[in-house]
């Protein structure tokens, strides 16, 4: 059962322009949402996260939407740089943890083309 | 500050043996998880330790064990590995317990089996 739905797969973005990134979860019970970035060779790195309090969170170009009543949560990327290039991860998990530890989406592949 | 170190980054291994692998969390970290990474799974919780006592477990079979030091250094292993466990093994520590928390991740280690 895939509790996080991550879309799309890959996505290309002509430089500047916004990069949007969407992730769905079905238990409710989950209460922080972090978004990962992961280049090559490297572990994940994390990006900027959101608790269900909040409807927005932004930290630079990066700004989280969340969505409680539709269990929805998206990574907005704006002025996306040739080194935003990445693979990127949604995330959710409850507070203490559990069986389903962080639960990650399946990834978007971003390029950004100059 | 150094971050989440892995050791060995690379290995490989031979179907029917067991393998260890190594994480030191960043200083002052207590609690460190685990995660298989695979192009078909994506990233899966294995298991998170805080103060040497495993507080959650991922849905993987008995074969997948760990544990954690005093100074909060932390391994994995894995016995009969099969050709399924070829895969990238991140380590990620956090300052306190539980999932909700940020989480630092390593570079991985790559395991291949044959």
């Known amino acids: 059962q895939q509790q996080v739905k991550q879309s799309p797969q890959s996505l290309i973005v002509q430089k500047g322009g916004i990069s949007i990134i969407n992730c769905a979860y079905e238990?409710?019970?989950?209460?922080?949402f972090p978004w990962y970035q992961q280049f090559p060779g490297k572990g994940p790195a994390l990006l900027i996260a959101?608790?269900?309090?909040?409807s927005e969170k932004k930290e630079g170009r990066f700004t989280i939407s969340f969505n409680k009543s539709a269990k929805q949560f998206s990574l907005h990327i704006m002025d996306s740089q040739p080194g935003d290039s990445a693979t990127y991860f949604c995330?959710?998990?409850?507070?203490?943890?559990?069986?389903?530890?962080?639960?990650f989406g399946k990834g978007t592949h971003l390029i950004i083309q100059p | 500050k150094a971050g989440v170190t892995q050791t060995p980054r690379y290995l490989i291994k031979t179907r029917g043996q067991q393998v260890t692998l190594s994480c030191s969390p960043i200083?002052?970290?207590?609690?460190v998880s685990w995660y298989q990474q695979t192009p078909g799974q994506g990233l899966q919780f294995l298991f998170e330790?805080?103060?040497?006592?495993?507080?959650n477990k991922g849905n993987f079979p008995g074969r997948f064990s760990g544990r954690q030091f005093s100074n909060s250094r932390s391994e994995m292993n894995v016995s009969t590995l099969e050709l399924g466990d070829s895969a990238l093994y991140l380590c990620?520590?956090?300052?306190?317990?539980?999932?909700?928390?940020?989480?630092?991740f390593g570079p991985g280690t790559r395991l291949t089996v044959t």
């Open positions: 990620a520590s956090s300052l306190r317990q539980g999932l909700a928390y940020e989480q630092y």
């Open positions: 238990n409710t019970a989950f209460d922080y």
């Open positions: 959101i608790r269900p309090d909040v």
């Open positions: 995330a959710a998990s409850k507070l203490g943890g559990g069986a389903d530890g962080l639960t």
């Open positions: 200083s002052g970290h207590r609690s």
């Open positions: 330790y805080f103060s040497e006592t495993q507080r």
